[in-house]
């Protein structure tokens, strides 16, 4: 619970209708977009001037009262799950841009903008943000910043980290830093890297300057049909090592077509087992160019059928179904639990195979949702929270399918954060030296632990238990640390 | 989503419809993104997805008070959010159940309580709704501008003889429509004669039931769904072809006859009828689209001018018909402006510019910035709400996009 102290100040920082405090109005923020984990905040801050945040913040510091910061809540690894005694601090009411310098393209933005919004008041003027998570309508850039967010079009343009020019944050200990300048370097350590996809760790974001790219002359996207998953996944490495580095290269599944195409009706055939949606862009000659070899790669991988879009409302049809995928799966089952891993391309075949042989154990259906061309997998869990031990059940084969992705050498997150979701699967991706590290890192700016404590780094002690319920391969991770 | 509706609340008709809504919700917030009171106040509470949450925890019996009435009072129903859900939650549906169930479960001040039920037994009158605004009209130099914006002037109808057509369909002239801007359907009733098909109105029909149903005297709503259906019987019964809306707020509503009166057995049949045999007066002409080109065609150009058109909620989100007006108006001729951010309300919503004026007007001025950026000659719409809405925040003229055919 938290002090009645911290609430006298909190009120005296804050108007009432930016301060809730009964559980009737807490308890719609005991999640963020992953609803498995819930916990009703003790109290939410909804701060609308920067003095405000830097006040909340003072109250919290001086009182050791932690504080969980939340954007739009459509993460989906529990980034923004309250956690017990501390301040949830929902930024929403920043959602101004603050302005569009098309010279020098780039836009400064408020933390609570959304994705999608910067796109569109940059379309004026040839421009558009190019990290487009699938959430983008809705989620906000502050998050993005915290979660390092990717998206469909990151293989060729990157993640957050890569589009944005500097941050403007604010640390527990009151100090202003702005990180990163309107310049291509800066002297000294790049502390971006480090600040983008810290969820909400290390400091709290107050402004945001990002990169603006120009609108490609042209894009065309091809749509692949396979009768066989595994074969899609091979066309995937070939058409990256046949030189094409394509906008986007996304790949669903047989379960997660029907569901989008219910959602959409982009036109999707139902009657295959996965789809390629390949995106080039690029002048005119560069887009005729790649469509004729990413089909010539495509029918030579054995698809069934390819499909250039007609013309771009096409276009956008194909890509609303993708974009909509996760939550559109809520129409096969009332719920769902989205994971996410990367692998290297070339294991993508196995690792398919294996997730379909999880799904057969568990008795739980899986629709996989892939930004097949960086090799980050979403596969999405189907269950139904109403009935006895699902969730459960849904989670353990969800860290399975994490340790097979580190099993073939890759890792337990490759844009949705760590949050309290992954926070187990840390200790297998990572040793305590490294570890010891991270918390080194997090003391630097937050001695005493108070912001968004128990998530993406798990504490040493965590790993052992976790290592004492689970072994994997015979070999006991942590073999250093007591046992409990 | 996971639930555990009260036991009492889940074996009933609504209890088993909200809960299957609510388990089809995944909590993935797109909604926030197209939901105008989200996009003004930047609060959990004031989304879809809040107030599912807030819904859900008080079917679940937890304690509600007027704080969950607040916020579901601000939803302005404009089902933005359902056009947004991936995952198809029926969220209008849901909040006509939530709102029932809050009102039997909250008392209301005493002055709220009041104002809603003027409102809600007053405009459906059409006769009183009438004599009331050329009362207001006298009155209006004297009146303070925020209560005489909203008073149009006088429109002049002129008066159209139609030739006798084998075929007919059924005009509704609505509650507050026929006072405030009888020349919508004249227009309409000019337009259908030209391609051969007679407007006829049913002498007892009035309103649709939106106005009493969403605030709450759903009783009363559904008493007015069930005096129109007998209205229009023997004219279905006498081989009407449809049931044409101009008011594409009351199409809404009669199109989900069916579903308001699924239980109610004297009517639930001819409820689905009625809603089958409903057409928004767009998709006639999209339907009649051969006939209409040759009578402009025949007519000749009619001073074409630079038009913004405004979708209503109810026509772009409650009935899901978008492009349609906009092509008509291409095809008579007026050039079609840009307008960003279409997809969001003018703050009309009935009669939520009268009972959260400052959500509404907020709503307005940014609608009337996007509508009035390319410096439009007319701004067209395709319902009366937010015809007389919008038209009180600017000097720009706001009509019915049939006026203009």
């Keep these: ?484 | 989503m996971q639930t555990n509706l009260s036991k009492s609340f889940r074996n009933s008709s609504d209890g088993q419809e909200a809960d299957s809504i609510l388990r089809a919700c995944v909590h993935c917030g797109f909604c926030l993104a197209t939901c105008p009171t989200y996009q003004i106040l930047g609060d959990e509470l004031d989304s879809p997805r809040g107030r599912i949450y807030l819904m859900k925890q008080m079917l679940e019996g937890a304690v509600v008070t007027q704080k969950t009435l607040k916020h579901l009072d601000r939803c302005l129903t404009c089902r933005n959010c359902e056009t947004t859900c991936p995952s198809g939650v029926q969220y209008g549906k849901l909040i006509d159940i939530g709102r029932k169930f809050a009102e039997q479960n909250v008392s209301r001040p005493l002055g709220q309580k009041l104002q809603r039920k003027a409102l809600a037994k007053f405009l459906p009158q059409t006769k009183l709704f009438g004599s009331t605004l050329k009362l207001g009209r006298m009155a209006k130099p004297f009146l303070p501008d925020s209560l005489a914006n909203k008073i149009p002037s006088v429109n002049t109808v002129q008066s159209h003889l139609a030739t006798k057509h084998s075929r007919k369909m059924i005009a509704l002239a609505g509650c507050v429509q026929p006072a405030l801007a009888p020349q919508i359907n004249a227009a309409a009733t000019r337009v259908m004669d030209a391609i051969g098909i007679n407007l006829i109105t049913a002498s007892n029909a009035g309103c649709c039931g939106a106005v009493s149903f969403h605030l709450n005297f759903q009783e009363d709503g559904l008493d007015a769904m069930r005096r129109n259906i007998d209205a229009w019987w023997p004219h279905i019964e006498a081989g009407a072809e449809a049931i044409v809306m101009t008011a594409s707020g009351c199409g809404a509503t009669v199109k989900e006859y069916g579903h308001y009166l699924k239980n109610d057995p004297a009517y639930a049949e001819k409820a689905a009828r009625v809603s089958a045999l409903t057409r928004d007066l767009s998709e006639v002409l999209l339907q009649e689209e051969a006939t209409l080109r040759i009578w402009l065609a025949n007519r000749g150009p009619k001073d074409t001018r630079r038009v913004s058109f405004h979708s209503p909620c109810t026509l772009q989100h409650g009935q899901k018909i978008t492009g349609v007006v906009e092509a008509l108006l291409t095809v008579a001729g007026h050039t079609l402006l840009p307008v960003s951010e279409t997809n969001l309300c003018c703050g009309s919503a009935g009669t939520y510019s009268l009972l959260e004026p400052e959500i509404s007007t907020q709503l307005r001025d940014r609608k009337l910035g996007h509508l009035n950026q390319s410096e439009p000659e007319v701004i067209a719409t395709a319902n009366i709400g937010c015809l007389t809405h919008l038209q009180s925040g600017t000097s720009t003229s706001v009509r019915h996009w049939v006026e203009l055919l």
């Design chain 1, 1 to 484: 619970m938290i002090s009645n102290e911290v609430i006298r100040r909190l009120q005296s920082i804050l108007p009432p209708h930016c301060l809730l405090l009964v559980r009737e109005d807490l308890k719609p923020f005991e999640s963020d977009g992953l609803t498995a984990f819930r916990n009703t905040p003790d109290v939410v801050a909804l701060p609308e001037t920067e003095e405000q945040v830097r006040q909340v913040l003072a109250a919290c510091r001086e009182t050791g009262t932690p504080v969980v910061f939340r954007g739009a809540g459509t993460g989906v690894s529990g980034g923004a799950l309250p956690v017990d005694g501390a301040v949830l601090l929902a930024m929403t009411k920043f959602n101004r841009i603050l302005h569009i310098d098309p010279a020098s393209r780039t836009a400064r933005v408020q933390p609570g903008v959304r994705n999608l919004a910067i796109s569109e008041a940059a379309a004026a003027y040839g421009l558009y943000y190019a990290p487009d998570p699938s959430s983008q309508i809705a989620c906000t850039i502050g998050g993005n910043v915290a979660e390092n967010s990717g998206g469909v079009h990151c293989l060729k343009y990157g993640l957050t980290v890569h589009n944005v020019l500097s941050i403007r944050v604010l640390t527990i200990e009151g100090e202003e830093l702005v990180i990163g300048s309107e310049a291509m370097d800066s002297p000294g350590y790049d502390l971006s890297a480090l600040m983008i996809g810290s969820e909400g760790m290390l400091a709290v974001t107050l402004e945001i300057t990002v990169k603006l790219l120009p609108k490609p002359e042209r894009t065309q996207v091809v749509l692949a049909a396979f009768d066989d998953v595994e074969k899609g996944g091979a066309a995937v490495g070939a058409i990256i090592s046949g030189g094409i580095l394509p906008a986007g290269l996304e790949m669903m599944d047989k379960l997660a077509i029907e569901a989008a195409e219910a959602y959409a009706h982009a036109g999707y055939p139902l009657d295959a087992e996965a789809i390629l949606l390949v995106e080039v862009d690029g002048t005119q000659e560069e887009v005729s160019e790649d469509v004729m070899r990413v089909r010539e790669v495509l029918l030579a991988s054995g698809a069934t059928e390819v499909r250039t879009a007609r013309d771009e409302a096409e276009q956008k049809k194909f890509w609303a179904g993708r974009k909509a995928a996760f939550p559109a799966v809520g129409r096969l089952a009332p719920d769902y639990y989205c994971m996410d891993g990367t692998i290297p391309r070339k294991a993508l075949p196995a690792v398919l195979r294996r997730i379909a042989e999880l799904s057969v154990e568990y008795a739980l259906p899986v629709a996989n949702v892939f930004h097949a061309g960086d090799g980050n997998l979403h596969p999405l869990i189907l269950y139904d929270a109403n009935q006895p031990n699902a969730w459960q059940k849904a989670e353990r084969l969800g860290a399975d399918i994490l340790e097979l992705c580190v099993e073939h050498g890759g890792t337990i997150t490759g844009e949705h954060g760590v949050g309290v979701e992954k926070i187990n699967q840390m200790c297998v991706q990572f040793g305590s030296d490294e570890l010891q590290a991270f918390h080194g890192v997090k003391a630097c700016f937050d001695s005493d632990g108070l912001l968004n404590p128990g998530k993406a780094v798990p504490t040493l002690h965590r790993c052992a238990e976790y290592g004492a319920m689970h072994v994997p391969g015979g070999k006991l991770p942590f073999p250093e640390l007591p046992r409990f």
